[in-house]
């Protein structure tokens, strides 16, 4: 079945940065689309990032554009968020979705 682990997720200070991964198995990984969400307490899920197969095309959310940079290592069966500039707003529990799967999430707090 899909299984999906995030990890690198911690506290941080405004304007700091951090690497999420996002380490995937039971799908062929290298052909497939996949999501970054991010729900924020007491808020609803909202979408961040998508890169599609072969990191040919990736897509942001005006809130995260020219700061968060998604990539893939199919090699590796990993997907990342780089996060810098992280602002206060982006304090969220983060997950990596693939179709309607994800994975137990991980939570960046930026604070000072």
């Known amino acids: 079945q899909v299984q999906l682990v995030e990890s690198g997720g911690d506290l941080v200070q405004p304007g700091g940065s951090l690497r999420l991964s996002c380490a995937a198995s039971?799908?062929?990984?290298?052909?497939?689309?996949l999501t970054w969400l991010r729900q924020a307490p007491g808020k609803r899920l909202d979408w961040v990032s998508t890169?599609?197969?072969?990191?040919?095309?990736?897509n942001y959310a005006n809130s995260v554009k020219g700061r968060f940079t998604i990539s893939r290592d199919d090699a590796k069966n990993t997907l990342y968020l780089q996060m810098n500039s992280l602002k206060p707003e982006d304090t969220a529990v983060y997950y990596c979705?693939?179709?309607?799967?994800r994975g137990q999430g991980t939570q960046v707090t930026v604070s000072s």
């Open positions: 890169i599609t197969s072969g990191g040919n095309i990736t």
């Open positions: 979705t693939y179709r309607d799967s």
């Open positions: 039971g799908f062929t990984f290298s052909s497939s689309t």
